[in-house]
């Protein structure tokens, strides 16, 4: 089964807008960790931000903030004043630490174009 | 800030032949993670490694071994390749330190199989 979704189609932003990409996650563990990854046509894989299941506060990192619903399970990402170097693929990803290993679940991703 | 190396960048093989991805964590860096992304797909988890030894193994072919060094760099050995095996490989690393556990990925390694 999916633990990760990820369902919007592509979108289209306007440059200084803010965009929220939406992910919702499937799991019983109660200790896991929530990671977003950028991945812009080059292909390289970069780190965003990282919630925690127990943290107490929504994380933030620049313009990067994310959206955590513990008990509807979901973790959106939201980028404010969208800047072209923005377009790229976004990866919503799920850690289980309980089960012993560090494994990342990835969703499917949400493409984002960012317009002049 | 030192990244994740790996090597080579790209690479092209013909069915059958064999491969060998080489990966240097961050400095530091303990534990190893070795990712297939296929073409428009998300990564998906092969092996893991930490402190030299394989630490979780997903969906990784029998045909790929893998292996981390003293140095704490892996290798990702692919033999009889096939087509299907074509893909985005990245390596990633991270610290236990804290409980983030962040994994920060390399470039990736590009593979394409004629």
């Known amino acids: 089964a999916q633990k990760i979704t990820q369902t919007q189609p592509g979108m289209f932003v306007q440059e200084k807008e803010a965009v929220t990409l939406d992910c919702t996650y499937d799991?019983?563990?109660?200790?896991?960790?929530l990671f977003w990854y950028k991945q812009p046509s080059s292909g390289e894989m970069i780190f965003l931000i990282y919630?925690?299941?127990?943290?107490?506060q929504n994380a933030t990192e620049g313009r990067y903030s994310l959206n955590f619903q513990k008990a509807r399970k979901s973790a959106n990402l939201v980028i404010s004043a969208s800047q072209l170097g923005d377009s790229a693929m976004y990866f919503c990803?799920?850690?289980?630490?309980?089960?012993?290993?560090?494994?990342?679940?990835f969703g499917k991703g949400n493409q984002v174009v960012v317009i002049p | 800030a030192a990244g994740v190396i790996q090597s080579p960048r790209h690479l092209i093989k013909e069915k059958r032949e064999t491969a060998t991805l080489k990966c240097y964590p961050i400095p530091r860096h303990d534990t190893v993670y070795w990712y297939q992304q296929g073409p428009g797909q998300d990564p998906q988890f092969l092996i893991s490694f930490y402190e030299k030894m394989q630490s979780d193994k997903g969906s990784i072919p029998d045909r790929f071994s893998a292996q981390q060094f003293s140095d704490y760099h892996s290798e990702l050995n692919m033999s009889s390749l096939e087509l299907g095996d074509s893909a985005l490989y990245f390596c990633?690393?991270?610290?236990?330190?804290?409980?983030?556990?962040?994994?920060?990925f390399g470039p990736g390694t590009r593979l394409t199989v004629l």
């Open positions: 990803a799920m850690r289980e630490r309980s089960y012993g290993n560090n494994r990342l679940a």
């Open positions: 919630q925690g299941s127990y943290d107490q």
């Open positions: 990633a690393s991270s610290s236990p330190s804290g409980t983030e556990d962040t994994q920060y």
């Open positions: 799991t019983s563990d109660p200790s896991y960790g």
